[in-house]
């Protein structure tokens, strides 16, 4: 399990994310809602390991305390991030992205696998395999990503925005991956701009509002609350 406890991220003077407190387990997918600037992506940015941790504040891994890791430290201890800008190297072919992500050591020996099941996941990239990535959809750059990720045998995922960009067919493909990276006992951290969307597959979710934490319930609890329909899934 992931666990995030009392995390503030400052920039400079700035703090965008105040004592932030967020659990993630093998197996569930968990949304993370919030307007633009909420401070998602500096949740996500600091559980992958690149962000400072301040003193009180704490990210374990199977209840081991990796706050003051290196990031390739949380890798190895599980956890993969998919940055919104996707982070892939144009320049290279699909495969040669993939091989790129099993560079921890928990994912050497298993590389063959992992990729096979990248494959059988994303079969458009299997299509694609010597192509360069730049020519590539957005929806099959952002396959390529995840892909990535995977190849680095995580136990938890952070996915943010993912859907971004992407058409609504595509959308239903990327959802119906993640549902079987789900299944495959990976836990998701997913922040969604397509709140309904997310509410759909999640199992749980938070509502981070100006960089606090001001809601975590089931996905059924919050596609139901007033305020979340409100200000996140265009209700009235
Ligand atoms: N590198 C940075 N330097 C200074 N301020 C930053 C930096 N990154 C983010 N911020 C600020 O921190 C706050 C939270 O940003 P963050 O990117 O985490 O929000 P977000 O919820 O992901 O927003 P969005 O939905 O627009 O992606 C914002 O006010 C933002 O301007
Ligand atoms: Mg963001």
């Given at each position: 399990?992931?666990?995030i406890?009392?995390l503030?991220?400052?920039?400079?003077?700035?703090?965008?994310v105040e004592e932030v407190s967020v659990?993630?387990?093998?197996?569930?997918?968990?949304?993370?809602?919030?307007?633009?600037?909420?401070?998602?992506?500096?949740v996500?940015?600091?559980?992958?390991?690149?962000?400072?941790?301040?003193?009180?504040?704490?990210?374990?891994?199977?209840?081991?305390?990796?706050?003051?890791?290196?990031?390739?430290?949380?890798?190895?201890?599980?956890?993969?991030?998919?940055?919104?800008?996707?982070?892939?190297?144009?320049?290279?072919?699909?495969?040669?992205?993939?091989?790129?992500?099993?560079?921890?050591?928990?994912?050497?020996?298993?590389?063959?696998?992992?990729?096979?099941?990248?494959?059988?996941?994303?079969?458009?990239?299997?299509?694609?395999?010597?192509?360069?990535?730049?020519?590539?959809?957005?929806?099959?750059?952002?396959?390529?990503?995840?892909?990535?990720?995977?190849?680095?045998?995580?136990?938890?995922?952070?996915?943010?925005?993912?859907?971004?960009?992407?058409?609504?067919?595509?959308?239903?493909?990327?959802?119906?991956?993640?549902?079987?990276?789900?299944?495959?006992?990976?836990?998701?951290?997913?922040?969604?701009?397509?709140?309904?969307?997310?509410?759909?597959?999640?199992?749980?979710?938070?509502?981070l509002?100006?960089?606090r934490v001001?809601?975590?319930?089931?996905?059924?609890?919050?596609?139901?609350?007033?305020?979340?329909?409100?200000?996140?899934?265009?209700?009235?």
């Amino acid at each position: 399990m992931l666990e995030i406890r009392d995390l503030s991220v400052f920039y400079g003077q700035h703090r965008a994310v105040e004592e932030v407190s967020v659990t993630v387990s093998r197996g569930e997918i968990v949304v993370m809602l919030g307007a633009n600037g909420a401070g998602k992506s500096s949740v996500l940015r600091a559980a992958a390991g690149l962000l400072p941790v301040m003193n009180n504040a704490a990210i374990l891994m199977d209840g081991r305390d990796i706050s003051h890791c290196p990031a390739d430290e949380f890798v190895e201890a599980g956890i993969a991030l998919v940055p919104e800008d996707r982070a892939i190297f144009a320049d290279l072919t699909v495969l040669e992205n993939l091989k790129l992500g099993a560079y921890p050591k928990r994912a050497r020996q298993k590389e063959r696998e992992n990729l096979e099941n990248v494959m059988s996941l994303f079969p458009k990239l299997e299509e694609r395999r010597r192509q360069k990535v730049r020519s590539m959809s957005g929806g099959e750059q952002q396959m390529v990503a995840i892909g990535r990720a995977m190849m680095s045998a995580p136990a938890i995922l952070l996915l943010d925005e993912p859907s971004l960009g992407l058409s609504p067919l595509l959308c239903g493909e990327l959802f119906r991956s993640l549902a079987v990276i789900r299944s495959a006992e990976i836990g998701i951290l997913l922040v969604e701009q397509n709140a309904k969307r997310g509410l759909a597959i999640a199992d749980r979710g938070y509502v981070l509002e100006n960089g606090r934490v001001t809601g975590s319930e089931s996905s059924e609890i919050l596609s139901s609350d007033e305020r979340v329909r409100k200000a996140y899934l265009g209700g009235d």
